[in-house]
């Protein structure tokens, strides 16, 4: 009967006990992930912090200034070669249009790369729609000509009616 007692205690323990014991794992790898969390929002955190006390610097301000928007101090002069090709002289390596018409402009491009591009590509566009037009224009002209002439009927010489058993 003792060891009947023993054993009907230590299982009503194991039925109290397990599912704590499963809570207690649980929560333990989730304190883990959140531990692993916490160390790579801090090294964000750090990484950012770095970098606001890289712009707390004139210096690096000023460099970022000239490197993004080509500004310049006052006294000196900016120099920008647009085209090399032209730059140089050399005939033989003019700018193709079609070269023109396949660059994209990147991120790395300045802003005024960009709105520039933009405004090459809309003025392409009209330059197309405009031709476009041109042509629909001279289609619908000849196409009149075609029908009114089409559309007469041919008297014959001298008034009389042709006779069509001849």
């Given at each position: 009967m003792r060891t009947f007692g023993v054993v009907l205690a230590l299982l009503v323990?194991?039925?109290i006990l397990a599912p704590t014991l499963r809570a207690y794992v649980t929560?333990?790898?989730?304190?883990?992930?959140?531990?692993?969390?916490l160390a790579r929002t801090n090294d964000e955190i750090a990484a950012m912090e770095a970098q606001l006390a890289r712009w707390q610097d004139p210096e690096f301000v000023k460099a970022q200034a000239r490197n993004r928007f080509s500004f310049t101090l006052p006294g000196e002069t900016l120099y920008r070669v647009i085209d090399p090709e032209t730059v140089t002289g050399d005939p033989a390596a003019e700018q193709d249009e079609s070269a023109r018409a396949s660059y994209e402009p990147s991120t790395a491009d300045p802003w005024y790369i960009s709105v520039w591009y933009s405004v090459d590509v809309a003025?392409?566009?009209?330059e197309t729609m405009r031709a476009e037009a041109e042509v629909e224009g001279e289609g619908e002209a000849a196409g009149e000509g075609e029908t009114g002439a089409g559309s007469e009927?041919?008297?014959?010489?001298?008034?009389?009616?042709?006779d069509d058993a001849g």
């Open positions: 323990a194991f039925i929560q333990q790898e989730q304190l883990r992930d959140l531990n692993g969390q003025g392409a566009a009209a009927v041919e008297a014959p010489v001298g008034g009389e009616p042709a």
